[in-house]
Nanobody, 124 residues
Framework: QVQLVESGGGSVQAGGSLKLSCTASGYTYSRRCMAWFRQAPGKKREAIAA??????TEYASSVKGRFTISKDNAKNLYLQMNSLKPEDTAMYYC????WGCGGTWFYEDNFDDWGQGTQVTVSS
């Protein structure tokens, strides 16, 4: 079991930046793929970025070029978000999987552990 706790959310104006953090504890060595998901009100939760054990990254087209996912040796996860848009407003979750990211990183059912989320609000 891995415990994940997100932080760093908040309110920002369009064009601004935020950096989200996800602190991992527990059996982190058992987790290979880590990812960020988000869920806007009335919408399905969607995967936006993932990073594999070899630091290979994947991004959704909606955030590519603006967001950067990274992790440290302790498997704490980060998401640097630049050029934020009002449509980025959502609850952001980090997730961890015992499987590699591969071609299925965007399926939330592949992830074993989830944080409680941190809210990001972008105003125009």
């Amino acid at each position: 079991q891995v415990q994940l706790v997100e932080s760093g959310g908040g309110s920002v104006q369009a064009g601004g930046s935020l950096k989200l953090s996800c602190t991992a504890s527990g059996y982190t060595y058992s987790r290979r793929c880590m990812a960020w998901f988000r869920q806007a009100p009335g919408k399905k939760r969607e995967a936006i970025a993932a990073i594999d054990i070899d630091d290979t990254t994947e991004y959704a087209s909606s955030v590519k070029g603006r967001f950067t996912i990274s992790k440290d040796n302790a498997k704490n996860l980060y998401l640097q978000m630049n050029s934020l848009k009002p449509e980025d407003t959502a609850m952001y979750y980090c997730a961890a999987s015992q499987w590699g990211c591969g071609g299925t990183w965007f399926y939330e059912d592949n992830f074993d552990d989830w944080g409680q989320g941190t809210q990001v609000t972008v105003s125009s």
